[in-house]
């Protein structure tokens, strides 16, 4: 787990989504809807992966996760998910178990 940081908000990222249709993802985080024009904060992520120490000015974003390399195929598209700076997000992409649906999962784990 990381310490908070004032200045920021702080991802721990996990890609725990076992469908092989998005065994690798890109994710994007951006401050408004769609992803047209957006470059990926996270590229080329594979299942099991995890990304720790991602730091974000506060803000309202919408996380979108798709196939990696292809930005057409959407396997989450998000609701606005608000951060705010000295807060430690755990986020992780998951799927229902029967290579159906993906969901995202945000929590506060701040010390």
Do not use: C, W
């Amino acid at each position: 787990m990381r310490r908070a940081v004032a200045t920021s908000a702080t991802l721990n990222v996990t890609h725990a989504a076992a469908n092989p249709v998005a065994e690798m993802v890109d994710i994007y985080l951006t401050t408004s809807v769609g992803i047209k024009g957006s470059d990926p904060t996270i590229t080329n992520f594979a299942y099991k992966e995890s990304a720790k120490g991602l730091y974000v000015a506060a803000g309202t974003y919408y996380v979108t996760v798709t196939v990696a390399g292809n930005p057409d195929a959407v396997a989450i598209d998000s609701l606005p998910v608000d951060l705010m700076n000295g807060v430690v997000y755990q986020v992780v992409a998951i799927d229902d178990g029967n290579n159906g649906g993906f969901n995202l999962l945000v929590d506060d784990i701040t010390d």
